[in-house]
Structure formats: structure tokens, C-alpha cells
């Protein structure tokens, strides 16, 4: 499967959603689609999904355009924080109804996943409780193993434990059943072992797409004394800063150089590697402020 969207736009009356959008998946990997509440993330996968329509630019999927495209529409799964408020069937019942629509869905594992996530079989689904909700949702989209896996912050109202099973189920089926999975968060730091590629929006507008551990090679604290650190990063893409008294510390985007590596050591200053929640804070940091 290929996914290329370009110069993507999402106009509502006077508010931009998404502007001038570009990027192209092209890989059987685990995508992170990061941003803040309110960044486009939602907007970005809906128009992949088919449930909107973007107001300019183009996206395709194996080169055709997915909106009322129902060939294409099959071969992506949008999961979502679904309401399942007026839904009386039995969870076993709506599994099996969806498995008519997704000819990979595999109805064993469906099952053995309602086990893990100890969803009652003998309760209408209107009466499971958020986190209920949620873990049907992980169960339809991981079962289901649909080419294009979409689970846009899918997570919400699950516990600890259960979001923990939802990530560790995710990587175990990607590698018995490899497929292009996008993962939409704003909780990074609980998920960004998950990741293969990273895409970061930001106000609607995308700020990076880089392979995770590229990414994280970008990124690097500088810390030492105030004068020598603020010489040494002067050139510098500077995302954040701290002090105390006399010692600064200088987060840096941008890959170092080993010469610069070298000469930061040589100066006794220490460098040390950021997270990507550190990236994702810092970098979206002055926008959203």
C-alpha cells in the first residue's frame, strides 16, 4: 500500500484545519501522527479514511483517490473514541457483523482479545463502560488486519494495564501480520517505542516525517557552564533552555557533527540524547503558546 498526499488543505468557513500538507507512507510500519489537541491530527485521518473530503491538494492511496472510492475504502480501518451509546447487540454478535464487512478479519483472535481485555460476552455493548468502549474499538481494528490500520487516540477512557495490552498487541501482530498501522497521540512518552516513522503536526501544518530513531538523532541537551554553553550553541537551532546559577543546559535541534561532539567534550561540556517527548514538547512549544 501506498499512501502520498500532496499540497493537502482543510478549509472550514474562516478556520484552516490542515495547510499545504505533504508527505508519502510507502512502508509496512508503525506510524506515530503526533500532535497537540486541536494540531489536525483527526482532520489529517479522516480525509485518509474517506470520511471527508479535503478542500485542495490530493491524496491517493495506490494511486487512486479513496473518497467514495469503495475498492479503496475497504483496505483502511478508521478506529476511533466511538460512542456505542444506542448499540444493543452483544460484543461476540457486532464482531461477527464486522467481520462480514473486513475479509482479513480473524474471528479467533477477536475473541482471544475480548478474553485478554476481560470484556463481558453477556452484556449489550451500550452498557460497557468508556474503557469497555475503547478496547472494542482496539480489538475491531487490530482483529480486522486491514491493510491501512487507523487507531486515532483510540486509548481514551482505557486504564493502565489495558493500554498496555493494546500496545504490546500491536507490536506481536505487526510482526505475524505486517501492515501500515497509524498511530494518532498525544501521549508520547507512553508510546514512542511503538514507532517506526514519526509525523509531526502542529497547527495544522506538518513539521517533520523522519524515521523515529533519525529523529531522535536530531535532537541533543547541552549542558555546562553558561558562557561556554552559550558560545558553543550559538549557530545553533535552540528548542529550549534551563539554568541554575552558574550551569546552563541548551536543548539543540539538529544532527551534531562528531567534531562538535568532540570539541563540546573537549570544553567539559556533557551532551546527552532527548526524548521524543522532548522533541514533540519543545518543538511545538512556540506555537501553541
Known amino acids: 500500500m501506498t499512501i502520498k498526499v500532496k499540497n493537502l488543505s482543510l478549509h472550514y468557513r474562516n478556520h484552516t484545519a490542515l495547510h499545504d500538507i505533504n508527505f508519502a507512507l510507502t512502508e509496512k510500519k508503525i506510524y506515530g501522527l503526533l500532535g497537540r489537541n486541536g494540531a489536525g491530527k483527526t482532520s489529517?485521518?479522516?480525509i485518509l479514511a474517506s470520511f471527508n473530503e479535503q478542500s485542495s491538494g490530493s491524496l491517493t492511496i495506490n494511486e487512486k483517490a479513496p473518497f467514495?472510492?469503495?475498492e479503496v475504502m475497504q483496505q483502511v480501518a478508521f478506529l476511533y473514541d466511538k460512542d456505542y451509546k444506542d448499540e444493543s447487540d452483544k460484543i461476540v454478535s457486532l464482531l461477527q457483523d464486522v467481520q462480514h464487512?473486513?475479509?482479513n478479519f480473524d474471528m479467533d483472535y477477536a475473541e482471544e482479545l475480548v478474553a485478554k481485555f476481560k470484556l463481558p460476552k453477556d452484556k449489550a455493548v451500550k452498557h460497557f463502560s468508556k474503557g469497555m468502549q475503547s478496547a472494542l474499538n482496539v480489538i475491531i481494528g487490530l482483529a480486522g488486519r486491514t491493510p491501512i490500520t487507523i487507531f486515532d487516540e483510540v486509548y481514551l477512557g482505557m486504564d493502565a494495564p489495558s493500554r498496555d495490552i493494546f500496545?504490546?498487541?500491536v507490536l506481536?501482530?505487526?510482526q505475524e501480520h505486517p501492515?501500515?498501522?497509524i498511530l494518532s497521540t498525544h501521549l508520547v512518552s507512553e508510546m514512542d517505542y511503538l514507532f517506526d516513522d514519526v509525523l509531526?503536526?502542529?497547527?495544522g501544518k506538518l513539521l517533520l516525517h523522519e524515521e523515529y530513531d533519525t529523529l531522535l538523532a536530531k535532537g541533543a541537551s547541552i549542558t555546562g557552564s553558561k558562557e561556554i554553553v552559550e558560545e558553543f550553541v550559538k549557530d545553533m537551532e535552540q528548542i529550549h533552555e534551563t539554568q541554575l546559577g552558574g550551569t546552563k543546559s541548551v536543548m539543540v535541534y539538529g544532527t551534531l557533527r562528531e567534531e562538535e561532539k568532540q570539541a563540546a567534550l573537549a570544553k567539559g561540556l556533557e551532551i546527552a540524547p532527548l526524548s521524543l517527548h522532548e522533541l514533540f514538547v519543545h518543538l511545538t512549544e512556540e506555537e501553541a503558546e
Open 179 to 181: 501492515r501500515m498501522i
Open 172 to 174: 506481536a501482530d505487526q
Open 68 to 70: 467514495e472510492n469503495a
Open 44 to 46: 489529517l485521518l479522516s
Open 167 to 169: 500496545y504490546k498487541e
Open 101 to 103: 464487512y473486513r475479509p
Open 200 to 203: 509531526l503536526l502542529n497547527n
